[in-house]
T-cell receptor, first 113, second 116 residues
Framework: AQSVTQLGSHVSVSEGALVLLRCNYS??????LFWYVQYPNQGLQLLLK??????LVKGINGFEAEFKKSETSFHLTKPSAHMSDAAEYFC???????????FGKGTMLLVSP | DARVTQTPRDKVTEMGQEVTMRCQPI?????VFWYRQTMMQGLELLAY????????DSGMPKDRFSAEMPDATLATLKIQPSEPRDSAVYFC??????????????FGEGSRLTVL
């Protein structure tokens, strides 16, 4: 069985500050890991994915995430938050190569001026 | 630009009415998922198909919900009769479930259902 835990349902940062959204996973097989972003009134969009290549993964809009097997973590970071980053972020895990994603409960990122 | 298409985008109906939501997955994708999103429960998996065959619908209330894939280009989610607690945004997503893909899912923009 696979699962993900996202710590914090809401994270607030100031514009220009570091963004850190936490995700820990549980998987009995080598996982594929994903971060999705959902803007208001839209579907989920893929931000980045880890598929057993480089452990540091770069995504769109300046986001990146690092796969740490020893910590079973896949935290999402961005050096400098922008107002347009305000959205809900979902971490997800799947069995390698199969599209049966298990999603976390999401973290709402709030960015203040 | 390949994308998942969902209709309707918004639906307001009265309790007891039948509701049908439709999804056109990305051409070539062989897995299709239906998710429901609410403020209280977040993102819930309702059902999914691989190669048009239903693999798991354990997340779906069986007495009123049904999901089908009449062909590879159309997935449907039907609620009959609808109830106010069914009010939510319903997402369809498609992907490659072959074991050789990257496993990512592509989501539609959702169907917002309001049952009065």
């Amino acid at each position: 069985a696979q699962s993900v835990t996202q710590l914090g349902s809401h994270v607030s940062v100031s514009e220009g500050a570091l963004v850190l959204l936490r995700c820990n996973y549980s998987s009995s097989v080598p996982p594929y890991l994903f971060w999705y972003v959902q803007y208001p009134n839209q579907g989920l969009q893929l931000l980045l994915k880890y598929t057993s290549a480089a452990t540091l993964v770069k995504g769109i809009n300046g986001f990146e995430a690092e796969f740490k097997k020893s910590e079973t973590s896949f935290h999402l970071t961005k050096p400098s938050a922008h107002m347009s980053d305000a959205a809900e972020y979902f971490c997800a895990v799947s069995r390698s190569g199969y599209s049966t994603l298990t999603f976390g409960k999401g973290t709402m990122l709030l960015v203040s001026p | 630009d390949a994308r998942v298409t969902q209709t309707p985008r918004d639906k307001v109906t009265e309790m007891g009415q039948e509701v049908t939501m439709r999804c056109q997955p990305i051409l070539g994708h062989n897995t299709v998922f239906w998710y429901r999103q609410t403020m209280m429960q977040g993102l819930e998996l309702l059902a999914y198909f691989r190669n048009r065959a239903p693999l798991d619908d354990s997340g779906m209330p069986k007495d009123r919900f049904s999901a089908e894939m009449p062909d590879a280009t159309l997935a449907t989610l039907k609620i009959q009769p609808s109830e106010p607690r069914d009010s939510a945004v319903y997402f369809c997503a498609s992907g490659l479930g072959t074991g050789e893909g990257t496993g990512e899912l592509f989501f539609g923009e959702g169907s917002r259902l309001t049952v009065l």
